[in-house]
């Protein structure tokens, strides 16, 4: 795909995502667009959320399950950007009204204490080059009508970034079994569903480790200081004002969110 | 017991009989409501009662309890609030690594669930997850192997109960623990079939928390006029959802703090 056309379609996402509004899918426009092309779109609509005064904070993972990428046609994860404009914190109420059609997912957030250069990672790099992990929340949201995803418009949309906020609860991975740790969801106090963190690629320091030589290949820093949403580990849960949940992981602690407003669409 | 009996003590001995006769021979029968559609969860037990005096009759050791439906997505399915209850014999048990034979059984499924060693009797009514976990010994991880004896694994409740909530064999293992010492609430669970990850979950699946199980199904026993005595090996219900087996294949059952239980299956 020419340069033309990348700025064409990531500059058209960014301003979806300004004005709250939903573009049709970029694959039913353009059905030869490859995934490569894709995070190109998606490096274009990220520059231009940085123009804007926004700075790159991490990463995100996403597609690390085995029913979302059976649903996307995939079979290796996809990763995003995310910028100081997503950051919220534990106690915040998420206003809805600056998103289109969010879902939340819980997960486990890493904050690295060592720059992670691949190719060659490996879980146990990850383990070591890991600060802390906290169990967050991710709230994803598509600027591509009704969620009529396949794998290229995700990743054009900066892999359905929407926002996030992490909890307060610090945890040492050498203190915890990420491959085993529960991890159960609790909406308005019912127990809405439960998972586990093998959910995500067998261990969320697989994901990492994937993400670590992707963007190795890609030329991408990956940065001491910076968050990493590692996946989710629970469904898809549909938010609406005065919603609040509760997410807790086995053997670390807790994120709490409430929503408030109405979104987009 | 919210309903009442309506079998006669001939039609239960009757269906206790054949129930037994489904289950140590390894056939499908039809649901007991299909003779019975008046047949209520009381009438269920009654059934069961009867099952399970024909066991201890001819030898059998009862050595615990477990409880079923005890998840909000089967509760709803079946359409109700409580779970149901099972006995669990001697004769079920089968050691941890062990070879499972299917021959004796007809479409046998595994679950993974935390099982329950007590140190203290509960007599209900009125037992509540404190108790529960004040009278626990010890906690274990278990896998449980299911088997309806109804075609089709197609039942309804009071059918269910009476076939003694579809218990046939279970395997507890891995590593005992104190309850202080532990979140029963976000124990992860993962269950592997020949190497893949089939089913996952976290042990609030089970009614919120485990003990929330065993504490019901104390109360359970006490409309039964039974406790649950010290000694008692206690399986909380399924935290995974029921994945089928047959000879070939191998289970591995881990779980967050408790270590892991295996078994294979051959014919």
Known sequence: MDNNKIEQYGDELYEAFVARRAVPPLLSREPEITIEDAYRIQQRFVARRLEAGETVVGKKIGATSKPVQ?????????????????????????????????????????????????PGITAMDVIRATDYVLPCFEIVDSRITDWQIKIQDTVADNASCGVYVLGKTKGDPRKLDLSLAGMVLEKNGELFSTGVGAAVQGSPANAVAWLANTLGELGIPFKAGEVILSGSQSALVPVVDGDELVCTVGGLGSCRVKFSGRSAA | MSSNLTLSREDIVRLGERVEGAQTRAYAIPKLTDEYPDMTIADGYAVQSELRRRFIAKGHKLVGWKAGLTSKAKMQQMGVSVPSIGFLTDRMARPENSAISTSDLVHPRVECEVAFVMKKTLQGPGCTAADVLAATDYVLPAVEIIDSRFSGFKFDLASVIADNGSSARFVGGGRARYVEDLDLRTLGVVMEKNGEIVTMGASAAVLGHPAEAIAMLVNILAELGENLPAGSFVMSGGITEAIPVKPGDSIVARFQELGSVSMRFIE
């Open chain 1, 70 to 118: 059976d649903f996307l046609g995939v079979y290796q994860p996809d990763f995003g950007i995310l910028t100081s404009g997503m950051v919220y914190q534990e106690g915040d109420t998420i206003d809805l009204g600056e998103l289109i059609q969010p879902k939340a997912e819980a997960e486990l957030a890493f904050v690295l204490k060592h720059d992670l250069k691949g």
